[in-house]
């Protein structure tokens, strides 16, 4: 790939890249190039998050008996997980193809670094002690990872005083699954151990397909299953597929209906959009049940339904086996994302930094005019009153207005620098943020107000210190043209090499072509 000349060849020694011919493999050079700027400028990219899982993976949410772990028999092609009307693991298990089978317990297979599961740690021993890893031979999937979670499990919705559950009340009970998964000294016994929302957003990042399993007799009236949607899945709408599985249970289409209508409005109380998304009503086949014992063959009255049912489980199935080409597309995405948060951050810190020390010149110069004014007043007395006396109080006088100067100057050089490190008021961050971003805000830049969110959560969690302010380096123009780089040419390039091919359009469409009928 050719660069530009001149300055940018400064992007191309830093870069170095992309002789390589594996995309994923580009993306993690370029997030491995950009490391040295996140880690000067206090950025909010985690060095542990840029290596992604050694196989791409896909990953299955429900409630408890919702068919995750029968789906994954199913897709596996052998019997690996425990399948069962009552709750059956409690652990996160990790599926991944093998010469042999083999099982790891969580603390030897995540402290693996080539698995890429060591973000785990930061989440607690409980979590370790409840993930395994299960390698399997001989089954239908050898290019990708499948991850199993623990089903959700919740008590019933609050009620109204009519007795029946209503918008306010989802929203109570998801405020409260939210409180009572974050580890405390007097968690309650519904706490996990560790903080379940936060282990599943770690995954779903990584994840290249997300399957989320609603059965029937639980359409989506769960807090937790809810608050997942709300707090942990935010943002991946683009690899989440929501499933209504068992489909096959219903004796009476009006009983699917009922269902399918419950689920539906309860989705539309966490997802904001007028539109839902696609639900994918699903049910294994019938010859797979009963020959895996899931259950006996039943007559139903859906009818010709069950062709639906048998194409849509086919649409799933084929979402999953591109879970590897999804991979790639995930990839680029993730860099897309990670690039522009870290060039936000990067704009509004050397704004900050440009003003604070334009703040710490101007007190240098207050100081060198204090200094100046003292040595200058002392001499004058001294040429003028000859009794050491005067010439005394001539320096005491300077030395004393020195000091108040110096001790007045460095408070406001402290609260100076104390509301620009703030979020609010008027030097705060948010303010750089919407002097900076002014015209995309007032196109209504949904992009942009979606980056600096995540910024602004990074700002919050306190990213830097006074002292590491006065010691931080201002960003070089190099710097930005490295990130521009990136977005303007290197990611359009990946896209590229993972686009499907197109027929070539009319010469007619081509640029410098006019239409002469």
């Not at 993730?334 to 900050?352: A, P, Y």
């Not at 100081?367 to 003028?384: D, Y």
């Not at 207005?401 to 703030?422: I, M, N, P």
């Amino acid at each position: 790939m050719n660069r530009p000349p001149g300055r940018k060849h400064a992007v191309k020694d830093l870069c170095g890249i992309r002789e390589s011919p594996g995309v994923i493999l580009d993306c993690q050079k370029i997030l491995e190039s950009i490391e040295p700027l996140n880690e000067r400028c206090k950025g909010p990219l985690d060095r542990a998050a840029n290596k992604n899982t050694v196989y791409p993976f896909v990953f299955l949410l429900g409630n408890h008996s919702s068919g995750k772990s029968s789906f994954v028999n199913y897709l596996l092609s052998r019997r690996v997980q425990t399948t069962g009307v009552a709750p059956t693991d409690d652990s996160f298990t990790i599926i991944a193809p093998g010469p042999k089978d083999v099982d790891r317990d969580g603390p030897s297979f995540i402290g693996d670094p080539d698995m890429g599961f060591s973000g785990l740690t930061g989440f607690g021993p409980t979590l370790i002690h409840h993930t395994q890893l299960k390698v399997r031979a001989n089954t239908a999937v050898t290019d990708f990872m499948i991850v199993d979670t623990p089903g959700m499990i919740d008590s019933p919705l609050v009620k109204d005083q009519f007795g029946s559950s209503n918008g306010q009340g989802i929203r109570e009970d998801i405020d409260f699954y939210r409180r009572s998964s974050v580890v405390s000294s007097n968690s309650n016994a519904m706490d996990r151990g560790y903080n379940f929302e936060d282990v599943i957003k770690w995954y779903a990042e990584r994840a290249d397909v997300i399957l989320l399993f609603f059965d029937p007799d639980k359409p989506g009236t769960t807090g937790e299953t809810l608050s997942i949607l709300t707090n942990s899945l935010q943002g991946m709408d683009h690899k989440l597929h929501i499933i209504l599985n068992k489909a096959d249970q219903f004796k009476r289409i009006h009983d699917f209906a009922r269902a399918y209508g419950s689920l539906c409005w309860n989705l539309s109380k966490v997802i904001p959009r007028k539109d839902l998304p696609r639900i994918y009503t699903m049910c294994l086949p019938r010859s797979y049940q009963v020959a895996s014992r899931d259950r006996d063959a039943e007559e139903h009255t859906l009818g010709q339904g069950f062709v639906d049912l048998e194409s849509t489980r086919e649409d799933v199935v084929k979402e999953v086996l591109n879970t590897p080409k999804r991979r790639e597309n995930n990839d680029i995405t993730r860099l897309t994302e990670r690039i522009h948060l870290l060039q936000m951050h990067c704009r509004i810190v050397d704004d900050v930094l440009a003003r604070h020390h334009n703040d710490r010149w101007r007190f240098r110069m207050c100081m060198f005019t204090s200094i100046a004014a003292a040595v200058v007043g002392t001499a004058g007395a001294s040429a003028l009153v000859s009794t050491p006396e005067a010439v005394a109080i001539a320096g005491t006088s300077g030395t004393v207005l020195t000091v108040g100067v110096y001790w007045w100057k460095t408070r406001q050089l402290k609260k100076s620098l104390s509301e620009l490190l703030s979020l609010k008021g008027p030097q705060g961050l948010e303010s750089v943020y919407k002097r900076l971003y002014a015209r995309r805000i007032a196109d209504c830049d949904e992009h942009v107000a979606d980056t600096w969110r995540k910024v602004r959560d990074h700002f919050q969690m306190g990213w830097c210190q006074e002292e590491d302010i006065t010691s931080m380096s201002r960003i070089t123009q190099t710097d930005f043209d490295l990130l521009e780089y990136i977005i303007e040419k290197d990611i359009p390039s990946l896209r590229r090499r993972t686009a499907p091919e197109f027929t070539s359009p009319s010469k007619r469409f081509s640029p410098g072509n006019e239409d002469n009928a």
